[in-house]
């Protein structure tokens, strides 16, 4: 069996960064749901032609399928937040690196890395290589 890849790995990470949303957010999940879209075109990290519904949020959660702004703002938000949430496992750890890495644009991994939030260098210092070869070697799929 081979190893699973980082773009593998992230792409499963991708809805627990909806779930920790859910879980460190403040609201239902109507609210933050409506918190996500608004973040998303606010801070350029992609533009929802709507609001998704609560349900919605809570299907993206747990089903996957959420378009990339939507962790995107997730991880933007999570980010800023005083509980200073982290990612839970590897899968999430890329997932968050993934997101990094699409947010802005970065000179060099190392780069990304210092413009974290210092209390998640030390989790994403290696996903962070990793996510920046996936960028840069623009995959095929």
Known sequence: MSEDT???????????LLVAWLTHGRGDSERLAVLLADTARVASLGQPSSNPDGAMLERWANDGGAPLWAPKAALFLLMQMPARPLPGDSDAACAWAYCWMRMREHASPDAALIALPEHLRQPLAWPIDAAWQDLTHQRLV
């Open 6 to 16: 980082f773009y593998q790995q992230a792409q499963r990470g991708l809805p627990g």
